[in-house]
């Protein structure tokens, strides 16, 4: 099957312009109309952000119908074929996240650049019933965050930006390098605004800039949604319910505090771990796959 024919029909720069733009119009348009419905509701603190993971859900479904019935593409062309290679990404890339994360988190304790503040911390829940059911809520908010945000920034914006490229004559190799640097830039920009307690602005969009990467480049590798989705669950989770930040209302394990700035412990807590997950990103899809990134999004060149 072809290019054009897993996307649908005309492989132009301009359709694929176009499947972008709606993608995102419709996603944000239901997510905000969606998000003022449901926050209509009274909802109890210790549901912690689900129900704003409700209109995130509804959002991606809205945009693959959208798709699917104007564009005629089908979610597995974006890479969301649900079955049991799907959930076993899905898996790894949780694991991948979780030894990326603990290995930053045990340089931020092993500098003193991060001190742990607080323990067995319920945030907003109260007593063990309410952090389960806060936990659960958390989970499943940080899914819907992962998936919403891969969904667009990763599977949308990368497949269809190759497109748009290769429709103008590009190679493959070239319009898929380009695809990556363009989503991880864009992903970082949007982070400008982010506030992490500790945290510079430089730091919190460097930090976006590198999470864009690996996630764009386990999707490439694979091309399916299921190892970055897994990967930015965990790390979400990790940052939040296992060390999270001081005074945050989700449940977490422990309060650590990360106040630190560019300069040499960045290099040691940030980009060498993430080097490492760039690795185990890579000889997870040279082991789980029998063919190449250019292969992985359709493309022979």
């Known amino acids: 099957m ?10 132009s720069g301009s359709d694929a312009m176009v499947r972008t ?13 969606l998000g003022r419905l449901i926050a209509s509701v009274p909802m109890p603190a210790v549901l912690v952000n689900l129900p704003e993971s409700l209109a995130m859900f509804g959002g991606v479904g809205a945009v693959l119908a959208v798709m699917s019935r104007v ?5 597995d062309v974006y890479g969301l074929t649900i079955d049991r290679k799907w959930v076993t990404d899905l898996i790894g890339g949780v694991v991948l ?3 990326f994360q603990a290995m930053s988190t045990v340089a931020i304790l092993y500098t003193n650049s991060g001190e742990i503040v607080a323990r067995l911390d319920t945030g907003v829940a109260e007593g063990i019933g309410g952090a389960v059911v806060a936990l659960t809520a958390t989970v499943i908010a940080f899914f819907a965050i992962a998936l919403w945000e891969d969904f667009l920034f990763r599977a949308v914006l990368i497949r269809e930006t190759v497109v748009g490229l290769r429709a103008h004559g590009v190679s493959g190799a070239t319009a898929t390098a380009a695809a990556v640097v363009g989503s991880t830039l864009f992903f970082g920009v949007l982070h400008l605004g982010a506030g992490v307690s500790g945290l510079s602005t430089v730091v919190v969009v460097l930090q976006a800039v590198i ?3 690996y996630f764009s480049l386990a999707y490439v590798l694979t ?24 005074g945050s209302g989700f449940p977490a394990a422990f309060r650590l505090t990360r106040p630190f700035d560019l300069g040499l412990d960045l290099i040691f807590m940030l980009l060498l771990p ?5 690795g185990m990103v ?4 040279h082991t789980t796959r029998e063919r190449s990134v250019g292969i992985a999004l359709g493309y022979d060149s």
Request: aromatic share 12%; proline share 4%; glycine share 20%.
């Open 211 to 213: 999470g864009g990467f």
């Open 223 to 246: 091309g399916s949604l299921a190892l970055p989705v897994g990967i930015h669950l965990s790390t979400n989770l990790w940052t939040t319910v296992v060390f999270g930040q001081p």
């Open 2 to 11: 072809s290019t054009a024919d897993r996307l649908g029909g005309n492989e």
């Open 97 to 99: 996240g979780i030894v």
């Open 274 to 278: 993430a080097g490492v997950l760039v």
């Open 21 to 33: 733009l709606s993608a995102f119009v419709v996603f944000f348009g239901v997510l905000l109309g």
């Open 282 to 285: 890579v000889g997870w899809a």
């Open 71 to 75: 564009f005629g593409v089908l979610p």
